[in-house]
């Protein structure tokens, strides 16, 4: 029986055919697929709180839609199918909707914080931080967790915390932690600077300014000034967008301070952008705006698609109220969060009323 012919040593063998994922799917399509499902959900539950609040406006929508997707997380009714998509909602979606708000606004109104104004914002930001960083250790909360708890609450929130994070060379568990408190408390302050400014019968721009200076993340203030007016709310983005400024010198400041006094070094991990980048496209588009590049049969639709991003992005927000995750990090930390938050709505509010 003759034998089957050996290939030739010297003849390349014939490379496989790759073969393509199951499906056709590419890495890019599966990860689009694993978006969409919390992305629909999202944008579907925000339009209908804010048609909800149309049509009977007894909550704002934008906190109705945050109320809503924290409600959810703590019934157990998200399936997990949902988290990527939320997950990226939360942070592509509301910095999308926080450079269209830029449309919106022109740059004679980012000038328009007069210099006890500014005054009363730099004096909240350098106390907030101080305080924090001071007692933290004192509460028995490690140095590193007090210093991004310090920045996420002094500045804005989760992309301070995420700026910081790698000069402090903290671990993924403070960081997580410190954005866990940055959404706790920033949500609760969407609620109570709404109620308070109207209970201490506060002008429209007063309550802007100090949900402006005194709220934790960008988004979290356009729902609070925006449960106010829209007068409210122009203003409070720009005390706010004043606050983010200052992040890139406290952040350079602390890595040059830490240097100095032997830190330990940064890690190998990437650094995060000093200013973050939906700050200078919401920058750019205040420019654009004031340019008069936009037509104005534009600007008009620009409004309501805003609005639903940032309502899509509030259920997200929301949903990452993870209770289990805080009660895990204990009261110290809690507690640290809370005495800021309630440094920086007193400091602010206290300042504004003084200067009158």
Same mark, same amino acid.
């Given at each position: ?20 994922? +199951?499906?056709? #799917? ?19 539950? $925000? ?22 997707? +924290?409600?959810?997380? @703590? ?7 949902? #988290?990527?998509?939320? $997950? ?34 730099? *004096? ?28 996420? =609450? ?16 903290? #671990? ?9 408190? *940055? ?37 979290? *203030?356009?729902? @609070? ?30 890595? /040059?301070?830490? &240097? &100095? ?16 980048? =939906? *700050?200078?496209? =919401?920058?750019? @588009? ?9 037509? #104005? ?30 009660? &895990? ?14 440094? +920086?709505?007193? /400091? ?9």
């Amino acid at each position: 029986m003759p034998r089957p012919a050996l290939p030739d040593p010297a003849t390349p063998a014939t490379p496989a055919m790759p073969v393509a994922p +199951a499906g056709g #799917d590419t890495p890019r399509g599966a990860a689009v697929r694993a978006v969409l499902p919390g992305l629909v959900t999202a944008l579907v539950v $925000a339009g209908a709180c804010l048609a909800l609040t149309a049509w009977v406006p007894v909550l704002p929508g934008l906190l109705l839609a945050l109320l809503l997707g +924290a409600g959810a997380r @703590a019934a157990g009714l998200l399936p997990a199918a949902l #988290d990527p998509g939320l $997950a990226w909602t939360g942070r592509r979606v509301l910095r999308t909707g926080v450079v269209l708000l830029g449309l919106q606004l022109a740059v004679g109104d980012l000038l328009d914080l007069g210099a006890r104004e500014v005054a009363v914002l730099l *004096v909240t930001v350098a106390v907030t931080f101080a305080v924090t960083r001071w007692l933290g250790p004192r509460l028995g909360v490690g140095r590193t967790l007090s210093l991004l708890v310090a920045t996420g =609450f002094s500045i804005c929130g989760a992309a301070a915390v995420a700026a910081m994070s790698p000069v402090a060379d903290a #671990d993924e568990e403070d960081v997580a932690t410190a954005v866990a408190l *940055v959404t706790l408390y920033g949500s609760l302050a969407i609620v109570a600077v709404p109620v308070l400014a109207g209970a201490l019968g506060l002008s429209d721009r007063t309550a802007g300014l100090w949900a402006g200076m005194a709220v934790h993340e960008v988004a979290q *203030v356009v729902a @609070a000034a925006g449960a106010v007016s829209a007068a409210a709310l122009s203003v409070a983005v720009v005390a706010k967008l004043a606050r983010v400024v200052l992040l890139a010198p406290l952040v350079a400041g602390v890595g /040059v301070a830490r &240097r &100095r006094a032997g830190g330990p070094s940064t890690t190998g991990r990437r650094r995060a952008p000093l200013v973050p980048l =939906f *700050v200078v496209g =919401f920058l750019a @588009a205040v420019l654009v705006r004031s340019a008069g590049l936009v037509p #104005d049969v534009v600007l008009p639709a620009v409004k309501p698609v805003t609005t639903l991003l940032l309502g899509a992005a509030m259920v997200a927000l929301g949903s990452q109220i993870r209770v289990d995750r805080l009660i &895990r990090t204990g009261a110290r930390p809690l507690a640290l969060g809370g005495v800021a938050t309630v440094v +920086a709505l007193g /400091v602010s509010l206290a300042g504004l009323l003084l200067i009158g």
